[in-house]
Nanobody, 115 residues
Framework: QVQLVESGGGLVQAGGSLTLSCAAS????????LNWYRQPPGKQRELVAG???????YYADSVKGRFTVSGDNVKNMLWLQMTSLKPEDTAVYYC?????????WGQGTQVTVSS
């Protein structure tokens, strides 16, 4: 089992910045990749950023140049630095861990960007 806990969400004005954190615990040695997803109100969950099985970083086109993902394998932490936030970035942001058996999800953290 892998447990994921996100933090750092909140209310911010357009143009502002937030940094989200994801702490992984449990059987973290089984984690292959860690990613950030988000689910805007009334929409499907989408991949935002993270590492891939190919070893490179992925960013959705909508966040390229504004969001930066980073991690610490020793501390089992993943961060998402978000800058130049837009109202359309409003969503619940989730951390996801992929293992050979399944994908694990955190409980999510709400990010609201006001115009």
């Amino acid at each position: 089992q892998v447990q994921l806990v996100e933090s750092g969400g909140g209310l911010v004005q357009a143009g502002g910045s937030l940094t989200l954190s994801c702490a992984a615990s449990g059987n973290t040695i089984k984690i292959i990749v860690l990613n950030w997803y988000r689910q805007p109100p009334g929409k499907q969950r989408e991949l935002v950023a993270g590492n891939t099985t190919g070893g490179y970083l992925y960013y959705a086109d909508s966040v390229k140049g504004r969001f930066t993902v980073s991690g610490d394998n020793v501390k089992n932490m993943l961060w998402l630095q978000m800058t130049s936030l837009k109202p359309e970035d409003t969503a619940v942001y989730y951390c996801a861990a992929v293992t050979r058996e399944r994908k694990y999800w955190g409980q999510g953290t709400q990010v609201t960007v006001s115009s």
